[in-house]
């Protein structure tokens, strides 16, 4: 997401007012909440130390605390997105072990049994294929021995 300077500033307050460590402090809590990449905010940061207010600058222990923010923020969202990846795959790898199986599954009381033929995602959920039925993960009650 690309957003010119102007846009990020009117989001977040106009670059003509001076950067307090207050501004300082909530310009990385609101990047964040406007969905801005790293080179967005590189650039907020840039337009509000060249409009500071010379008599009141920003401390440098801001400006890190700032990058400091941003990059933690930055490395929690790689590690969202790579959990998210790794729970696919263990509910792929626990669809796998289950082809060939018989397993009993339904909802609301009713049940039926059946044979896994195989497995897809369908949405980030397991589908199991039962006997031509699909079958979400969540409706599986037991595994049967085979």
């Known amino acids: 997401?690309?957003?010119?300077?102007?846009?990020?500033?009117?989001?977040?307050?106009s670059p003509a007012?001076?950067?307090?460590?207050?501004?300082a402090a909530s310009s990385a809590s609101a990047a964040s909440s406007l969905g801005l990449s790293q080179n967005d905010f590189l650039?907020?940061?840039?337009?509000?130390l060249q409009y500071q207010n010379p008599l009141d600058p920003m401390s440098s222990?801001?400006?890190a605390t700032q990058l400091a923010?941003?990059?933690?923020?930055?490395?929690m969202q790689q590690l969202n997105t790579t959990m998210g990846s790794?729970?696919?795959?263990?509910?792929?790898?626990?669809?796998?072990?289950?082809?060939?199986?018989?397993?009993?599954?339904?909802?609301?009381?009713?049940?039926?049994q059946g044979t896994v033929s195989s497995i897809q995602m369908v949405n980030?959920?397991?589908?199991?294929m039962v006997g031509g039925n699909s079958v979400?993960?969540?409706q599986v009650q037991a595994v049967n021995p085979s």
Do not use: C, H, R, W
């Open 17 to 23: 007012a001076p950067a307090s460590s207050a501004s």
């Open 1 to 13: 997401m690309t957003m010119s300077v102007s846009a990020v500033s009117a989001a977040v307050g």
């Open 43 to 48: 650039t907020l940061l840039t337009t509000q």
């Open 136 to 138: 979400p993960m969540s």
């Open 61 to 63: 222990s801001d400006f």
């Open 86 to 112: 790794m729970l696919s795959l263990q509910s792929i790898t626990e669809g796998t072990n289950l082809i060939g199986k018989q397993v009993t599954y339904g909802s609301s009381g009713q049940s039926a």
């Open 69 to 75: 923010q941003f990059s933690t923020l930055d490395s």
């Open 124 to 128: 980030g959920q397991l589908v199991l």
